[in-house]
C-alpha cells in the first residue's frame, strides 16, 4: 500500500486505476496469514481461511460493480487523480464495506472454513465434546459476568457427564470396547472441568459479589465436584463391564431385565436431576429423590423381586416380596450395586438439594 501512494505523487493515478489494485493488495495481505497459519492447528488454520474467504469474496462482489460503473456509466468520479490521502480513504471504505455486507453470513463462513480445512476422524470424535472455555481472569473485575461464565462452563461439564454416566449405565448390557475407551477419556475430561471450574470459583469468591451470586458460587462448587464423582462411578461401571466381558459372564434373561428397570430408573434420575440444575427448575428437583430410595434398597439387597411398570414420563418399580428370586449381578460384581446407588445418591445430594437450597 506504501509503494501505491508513493507512485500516486507522479499524479498519473487514477481511481479507475487504483481501486483495483487497492483490492487486489488486501488479498495479498493474506498471505502473512496464510504462512503463519502452517504447523498450527486446525481451529488457526481455519481462521486464517477465513480471512482470505472474506478478502477474496468482498473482491469478488465489489470488483464488478466497480468495472460496470467505470465503462457502463463512464462516471466521471474514476478519472480524478488520486493522491495517497485517497489510497488510504479508499483502502479504509473497502475493508468496512465487506465487513458490514459479510457480517450477516459468519455461520455460512466458519461452515465454509471447515470445509476448506476438514477434521480427521479423531478430531471429529474430540469436537464433540465440550472444552472449557471463557474461564478468563479479565472477566473478574465484573463478578456478575465472571459468575455467568461460569455457570455456562458447569453446565456444559453437567451435560457431558450426563452423556458419560449414560454410556456407563448401557455397557453393563451391551458390551462396546470403544465406548469403554470414550467414558474413560470423558472422565479424563470432567477431571479438567472441575480443576479449571473449582479454580476459577475460587478467583471469584474473593472477589466483592452480591449475595445471588455468592449462592451461585456456593452452588457451582458442590454440584461441580458430584459431577466428577458421577463420572468416576461411570468409570467403575465400565470396570465390570470389562471384568465381564474378559471372564465371558453373560446374565440370564431374568437379570438382564432386572438390570434393565434399574438402569432406566437411574437414567430417568439422571436426566430430572441434570435438568433441573441446567434449567433451575425447583419443581423438577422435587421428582428426583423418591426413584432413589427404590434403587438404593434393591442395591443393599442381594435377593429381590422386580416387577416393572414403563410410563410416557416415568419409570415406576413395585417390590414383589413373596417371589424373591437370585440377583446375580449383585452376587458376581458386589461394586456394582453400591456404584449404581452411589449414582442416585450424588444426584439427591447436591445437585438437587442444592439447587433447593438455593432458590
Known amino acids: 500500500m506504501g509503494i501505491l501512494q508513493a507512485f500516486s505523487t507522479t499524479g498519473g493515478l487514477t481511481y479507475g486505476m487504483a481501486i483495483p489494485i487497492i483490492m487486489g493488495l488486501n488479498i495479498g495481505t493474506c498471505v502473512t496469514a496464510l504462512i503463519s497459519s502452517i504447523g498450527v492447528s486446525k481451529d488457526a488454520k481455519r481462521v486464517a481461511c477465513i480471512h ?23 462516471l ?3 478519472h ?12 479504509s471504505v473497502f475493508n468496512l464495506v465487506v465487513t458490514i455486507m459479510l457480517l ?5 463462513l466458519v461452515k465454509l472454513a471447515r470445509i476448506i480445512v476438514k477434521d480427521g476422524k479423531e478430531e471429529k470424535e474430540k469436537d464433540s465434546k465440550k472444552t472449557v472455555t471463557g474461564l478468563d481472569d479479565i472477566l473478574l473485575k465484573t463478578p456478575a459476568v465472571a459468575v455467568q461464565t461460569c455457570l455456562t462452563a458447569t453446565e456444559q461439564m453437567a451435560e457431558l457427564t450426563r452423556e458419560t454416566i449414560d454410556m456407563a449405565l448401557k455397557l453393563l448390557i451391551d458390551y462396546d470396547s470403544d465406548k469403554c475407551d470414550l467414558v474413560i477419556e470423558n ?14 470459583l475460587i478467583k471469584i469468591a474473593k472477589a466483592s459479589v452480591t449475595g445471588k451470586d ?32 474378559e471372564k465371558g459372564i453373560m446374565f440370564s434373561e431374568e437379570c438382564i431385565n432386572e438390570i434393565t428397570v434399574i438402569t432406566d430408573a437411574i437414567s430417568e434420575n439422571i436426566n430430572k436431576a441434570f435438568d433441573s440444575y441446567v434449567k433451575n427448575d425447583l419443581s ?33 418399580l413395585s417390590w414383589d416380596t413373596s417371589s424373591r428370586t437370585s440377583s446375580p449381578i449383585w452376587s458376581v460384581f458386589p461394586t456394582t450395586a453400591p456404584t449404581l446407588r452411589g449414582v442416585l445418591s450424588r444426584l439427591t445430594k447436591r445437585p438437587t438439594s442444592t439447587l433447593i437450597s438455593t432458590m
Open 80 to 91: 480524478r487523480t488520486i493522491g495517497y490521502l485517497g489510497i488510504a480513504v479508499a483502502h
Open 76 to 78: 466521471e468520479f474514476f
Open 104 to 108: 450477516p453470513f459468519c455461520n455460512q
Open 214 to 245: 455468592s449462592r451461585s458460587v456456593s452452588k457451582m462448587m458442590h454440584c461441580v465436584g458430584n459431577f466428577e464423582r458421577i463420572s468416576d462411578h461411570a468409570v467403575n461401571l465400565v470396570e465390570s463391564a470389562q471384568e465381564m466381558h
Open 284 to 316: 423438577i428437583a422435587h421428582k428426583v429423590e423418591p426413584l432413589e430410595e427404590v434403587v438404593t434398597t434393591s442395591a443393599q439387597n442381594s435377593r429381590t423381586g422386580i416387577s416393572a411398570v414403563s410410563r410416557t414420563t416415568s419409570v415406576q
Open 187 to 200: 472422565e479424563d475430561i470432567i477431571d479438567g472441568f472441575e480443576d479449571k471450574i473449582n479454580s476459577y
Open 52 to 74: 482470505i474467504s472474506i478478502k477474496v469474496i468482498g473482491t469478488l462482489i465489489l470488483l464488478p460493480i466497480i468495472i460496470i460503473l467505470q465503462y457502463v456509466f463512464d
